[in-house]
């Protein structure tokens, strides 16, 4: 069902962000084993050297660096290594990202300030040091958003907003590019089985009758369900998808 495409990558450069767990490592597994050599990003240490060895076990090629995506440096930084790592760049995949459910009122100002910083700045700035390596290269950029980045949320109005922003950074950068070869896609999936949502907490006291609505009817997905979609939208066989924003939810965002 999830299994790689072998040589869809073959002689291509990744950058995947959030390897260290979840969608992103699955991403970075399936792209590793699918031919390409992965730069593979995370601020767990940890986390980032498992999906190492997995690869590593698999008989694919991949880099690791371990560094919080909250400032530009980083970001920066980050591609450059890839590219002198690799030579060049084909692909950039925005994964990482954190997310957090509160009363509206009651999210402090560090909270909020970290969670634009991680999801929405850090995608910004991966794409400003890319693009010009990507537009070498006729490469793509595929971003993590969320069904959260689509439509409104109780409790989790900062994740939504900074979700949304990924889907606007998708569509206007694909605006800019689309007289380039570079394409510009973004994914938004619904609930994932991943250390994000196993330790997602809600205060006590929230009406789960609002949140019920959001939860969907069919369960949640596993993260090779979005990476088999990463592969195929940052391949090749995704060469008419440009400025798309992907759902695979199950259904969520529809009604
Ligand atoms: N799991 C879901 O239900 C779901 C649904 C929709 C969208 N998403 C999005 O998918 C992406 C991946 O989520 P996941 O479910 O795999 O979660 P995850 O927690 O398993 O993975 C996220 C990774 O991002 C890394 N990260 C967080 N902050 C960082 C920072 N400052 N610097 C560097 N790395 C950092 C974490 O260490 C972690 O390894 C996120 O952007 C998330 O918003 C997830």
């Given at each position: 069902m999830y299994e790689?495409?072998?040589?869809?990558?073959d002689g291509k450069a990744l950058l995947v962000t959030g390897a260290g767990s979840g969608i992103g490592r699955a991403s970075a597994v399936r792209l590793a084993a699918e031919g390409g050599k992965v730069l593979?990003?995370?601020?767990?240490?940890?986390?980032?050297?498992?999906?190492?060895?997995?690869?590593?076990?698999?008989?694919?090629?991949?880099?690791t660096r371990v560094g919080d995506i909250t400032t530009r440096d980083e970001c920066?930084?980050?591609?450059?290594?890839?590219?002198s790592s690799f030579g060049k760049l084909d692909v950039l995949v925005n994964v990482a990202g954190i997310a957090s459910g509160q009363h509206f009122t009651e999210m402090t100002e560090a909270?909020?300030?970290?969670m634009v910083a991680v999801n929405q700045d850090a995608p910004f700035f991966f794409c400003q040091a890319a693009i010009p390596h990507l537009l070498e290269s006729e490469g793509n950029?595929?971003?993590?958003?969320?069904?959260?980045?689509l439509i409104g949320q109780a409790y989790t109005v900062a994740y939504c907003m900074t979700k949304g922003a990924v889907v606007q950074l998708t569509k206007s950068?694909?605006?800019?590019?689309?007289k380039t070869p570079l394409?510009?896609?973004?994914?938004?999936?619904?609930g994932i089985e991943s250390s994000l949502t196993a330790?997602?907490?809600?205060?006590?006291?929230?009406?789960?009758?609002?949140?019920?609505?959001?939860?969907?009817?069919?369960?949640?997905?596993?993260?090779?369900?979005?990476?088999?979609?990463?592969?195929?939208?940052?391949?090749a066989d995704g060469i008419n998808i440009h400025g798309a924003i992907l759902s695979s939810d199950r259904g969520i965002t529809p009604g």
């Open positions: 790689p495409i072998a040589g869809r990558f593979v990003h995370d601020v767990n240490a940890d986390g980032l050297a498992e999906t190492a060895a997995i690869i590593t076990a698999a008989g694919g090629t991949v880099e920066f930084d980050t591609v450059a290594e890839a590219v909270a909020y300030r970290r950029i595929v971003n993590i958003a969320s069904n959260a980045g950068l694909a605006m800019e590019y689309v394409r510009v896609n973004a994914i938004a999936p619904g330790g997602y907490q809600m205060p006590g006291d929230i009406d789960w009758d609002l949140v019920s609505r959001y939860a969907g009817y069919r369960g949640m997905g596993v993260p090779e369900d979005i990476a088999q979609l990463v592969s195929l939208v940052g391949s």
